[in-house]
């Protein structure tokens, strides 16, 4: 091709020394243009090694390092050279932050926040800014249920206790099939050092809307809080808006992974929706971040984004309800996980966490008695400890305290002690025909006020429950369970207790 080339570039020469001397070329002229000649034919060799090393991801071309960083990474930095539009460099920009239902190795991404990317063009960002649908992303879940009462008092006369739950509404003697869950999460980094996260829920029970039935599947804000990462590393942060109250471990777990169907009474009855408005401090260690990692990416159902050790400050009337006093929820919580390869072969890879949380509150119950004026006192500490399965596991949690419980008495609401909690064991089989399953079971039980109910009514629940939760594919979980019921109706104008058999069934669409 080269000698093609230069036989042509010479033939024209010759060509033009025979045309009139005003056309005539000098030496210097012929070597100018042999020497351009060559530099295309060169630039025309190398195209397909570049286009080559484009396919395969190589940057052709780098971003200046005088290129001034931008707020949020979408808006040209000033004093940048002008680049071609008609041949742009070719550039690759960072894989997104991403969860994929059927690659385990990315599900530890929706457990944790994920590692920081840079957002603006800087001298260390070869890439072009990040778009919004970069930096964020989409997810949820849909719970289907089915109760089936076995035996007991699905009905009773007034006055007197039915089987209910203040976790499952559709738990009653008209119900077949309702959605528990209906979520969707938007979250990502907006910024190398914020994270934000927006969680609505669709399946929400509403009363008072056309008559004295209530209406359900209405929207409702669960989470809405952004996380601002005090050092590089994302050990420190700082969570602002609604989020979930670090108090239980069983509490901030999420409900997609949560094996059982329903969180215990006695953790949950300190803040129920699991949720406030406020702010939290959380630090996490390098090490203590490192065993959270292996047991996420080992398929462990962990207890979500949070740190080895929180501290908290929110307005403590729980979730979606309005201040009402001057005092502030005061939240202390503390876990740990062990590895306990040293005890022998036998313990290898085996983790143990262990923790404890405590807080301080001050809670006005709704149409409580006259004269509540901040409230009444709310108190609690309370302890875990889980043996993650591998295969065989232990789970359990126990808090005592104080707080509002309605006297049937006195006929008022007073401060009274509380206690209670629930263990748990289950097994994780990773293979079988039917796919990976875990069988548990779980003893709890739980003596107090139930404060955000009407009045703060008292519960006093004994439950035994036995389950198996199967994953047939990523996408699709089915929950199975019995349940044995010993429970009061959260009412303050129902006495007494109601026994019963449940069969329950939970379907989990995850995407």
């Known amino acids: 091709m080269k000698r093609r080339l230069l036989a042509a570039l010479l033939l024209a020469s010759a060509i033009g020394l025979a045309a009139p001397p005003a056309r005539a070329q000098t030496v210097a002229e012929l070597q100018r ?10 630039a025309q060799a190398q195209a397909p090694s570049q286009a080559r090393g484009a396919r395969r991801g190589t940057p052709v071309a780098v971003r200046p390092t005088h290129a001034r960083a931008t707020d ?27 969860f994929a239902l059927d690659e385990p190795d990315t599900w530890s991404d929706a457990l944790v926040p994920p590692a920081p990317q840079p957002l ?50 559709g738990i009653s003697d008209r119900n077949t099939f309702t959605f528990r869950r209906v979520r969707l999460v938007l979250q990502g980094d ?20 056309s008559g004295p039935e209530g209406r359900q599947h209405y929207s409702q804000l669960r989470d809405a809080y952004a996380d601002v990462f005090l050092d590089d590393e994302r050990r420190t942060k700082l969570r602002f808006g609604q989020q979930k109250v670090p108090y239980g471990w069983e509490n901030l777990q999420s409900s997609q992974n949560r094996l059982t169907l329903d969180r215990a009474d006695a953790l949950n009855s300190g803040v129920p929706g699991e949720r406030d408005l406020g702010i939290t401090l959380y630090y996490t260690p390098w090490h203590v971040q490192r065993i959270w990692d292996r047991l996420a990416r080992g398929g462990q159902k962990l207890f979500g984004n949070y740190g080895a050790l929180g501290l908290g400050l929110y307005n403590g009337q729980t979730i979606n309800r309005i201040e009402a006093n001057e005092d502030l929820m005061t939240v202390v919580m503390a876990t740990w996980p062990f590895e306990l390869d040293g005890l022998g072969e036998a313990f290898r890879g085996q983790v143990l966490e262990v923790g404890g949380s ?154």
Not at 72 to 95: H, L, N, Q, Y
Not at 126 to 147: D, H, I, K, V
Not at 360 to 380: A, C, H, I, T, V
Request: no cysteine; charged share 25%.
């Open 33 to 42: 243009q042999i020497d351009e000649l060559k530099a295309l034919v060169k």
């Open 72 to 98: 949020a990474g979408t808006v040209p930095a000033a004093g940048r050279p002008v680049e071609s539009a008609v041949a742009p460099p070719v550039v690759v920009a960072p894989v997104p932050h991403r």
């Open 120 to 169: 603006a063009d800087g001298p260390n960002h070869g890439a072009r800014p990040r778009t919004w649908f970069e930096r964020l992303s989409l997810r949820g879940y849909t719970q289907l249920r089915s109760n089936e009462f076995l035996s007991g008092d699905d009905t009773a006369p007034a006055g007197r206790s039915r089987l209910r739950s203040v976790h499952d509404g």
């Open 190 to 209: 907006i910024h190398e050092r914020v994270f934000i996260y927006l969680q609505p829920d669709f399946a929400v029970n509403v009363s008072n809307q």
């Open 358 to 511: 405590a807080y301080r509150n001050r809670f006005r119950p709704e149409l409580g008695s006259p004269g509540l004026g901040n409230g009444y006192d709310d108190e609690r500490v309370g302890l875990h400890a889980i043996l993650y399965p591998q295969p065989f596991g232990l789970q359990a949690e126990w808090n005592w305290g104080r707080g509002p419980e309605y006297d049937p008495v006195a006929r008022a609401i007073l401060t009274k002690p509380l206690q209670g909690g629930y263990v748990q064991a289950m097994v994780r089989v990773d293979r079988s025909p039917v796919g990976p399953f875990m069988p548990y079971a779980r003893w709890q039980t739980y003596d107090g006020g139930w404060k955000v109910g009407t009045g703060a009514p008292r519960l006093d629940t004994d439950e035994f429950e036995l389950g198996v939760e199967f994953q047939p594919i990523k996408a699709v979980e089915l929950t199975l369970a019995y349940a044995s019921m010993n429970r009061r109706e959260a009412s303050i104008s129902r006495l007494g207790r109601a026994k019963g058999d449940l069969f329950r069934a939970q379907l989990q669409i995850n995407y």
